[in-house]
């Protein structure tokens, strides 16, 4: 109503940022408002400045339309809020900063992906940065060995599934106590990369560089860990045996071709090295047997 100590109902009317509708007052939607004191239509409700917004329903004056999270106001206008700041509410109240302190330093802090940010947090640690455990707002360079390609890796959400952290690289893995602290594998093949102790197919994730395979398995070429049988036993065997029997019969060869024209010494070094060779194959063969041993 617009007045007090009225005895007709007739004489009430809807308050600014309301109208009549159906013999009741409707307020005005949201980004609307209308200082008009007995609108009967919602055609009084007038829409807020372009860019603006109102932060409740029945606002009654132009005044109640302000800038919107995200923005701030700026020469009259709602602009958004610059890289490395953000703003969480509705008003024209200027955009904070992502650091504890309220500067926008350079170098290696918490920033935002772009402009227009409305939450703290979306507040990142920039690419080939994570941010620490302890929260601080100074992010830290990835060390080597790891990979902080996207935005907003999180050393805290390590263990969060979907989470963006530091990640172990391609050659590389970290152990599942020791999630920061990457081992470049003898092969690169068997450490792909990933979240704490991811290796190759079936190897060892407990194992420093993914570096062994559990009993009963062997190395595959892939650098995957696959189970041994009966007919891999065999084949790896016959390799070697072959590959050795070809090695003596090329020294042999050798040693008749060139008995007359070289010396001793020579010849004693090349039947010792393929001696060599083929001990080095049979116990190559021998370590992948897996062989049950009977008790005494």
Not at 74 to 92: A, H, L, M, P
Not at 209 to 231: K, M
Not at 252 to 260: E, I, L, P
Request: aromatic content about 6%; proline content about 5%; hydrophobic content about 30%.
């Amino acid at each position: 109503v617009d007045d007090t100590g009225l005895d007709d109902i007739s004489a009430c009317k809807c308050a600014a940022g309301h109208f009549m509708s159906n013999g009741e007052c409707e307020t005005c939607p949201s980004n609307t408002y209308s200082s008009t004191v007995g609108a009967t239509s919602m055609d009084a409700c007038l829409q807020c400045t372009v860019g603006t917004v109102t932060a409740n329903l029945g606002s009654n004056s132009s005044d109640d339309c302000v800038c919107p999270a995200g923005k701030t106001l700026e020469g009259g206008y709602c602009v958004e809020c610059v890289v490395g700041r953000f703003k969480d509410t509705i008003g024209d109240q200027e955009c904070t900063a992502c650091t504890s302190d309220g500067m926008i330093p350079s170098g290696y802090f918490l920033t935002t992906s772009g402009t227009g940010t409305e939450a703290k947090g979306q507040c990142v640690c920039p690419s080939g940065t994570y941010e620490p455990a302890d929260g601080s707002a100074k992010c830290k360079l990835c060390p080597e060995g790891m990979a902080c390609s996207s935005a907003n890796a999180s050393e805290a959400a390590i263990f969060q599934e979907g989470a963006s952290i530091p990640a172990a690289a391609s050659g590389y893995m970290t152990l599942v106590q020791a999630p920061m602290v990457p081992y470049k594998c003898w092969q690169a093949e068997w450490c792909p990369g990933g979240g704490p102790g991811t290796c190759a197919h079936g190897r060892d994730a407990t194992t420093v560089g993914c570096g062994s395979c559990p009993d009963g398995t062997f190395t595959a070429s892939s650098g995957d860990c696959t189970e041994c049988n009966g007919t891999t036993s065999i084949i790896v065997m016959s390799a070697g045996l072959i590959a050795g029997f070809i090695c003596l019969y090329g020294v042999a060869v050798m040693v008749n071709r060139r008995t007359s024209s070289e010396p001793k010494s020579t010849t004693t070094i090349l039947i010792v090295g393929a001696l060599t060779v083929t001990a080095v194959q049979t116990l190559g063969v021998l370590s992948g047997l897996a062989v049950t041993w009977m008790e005494p």
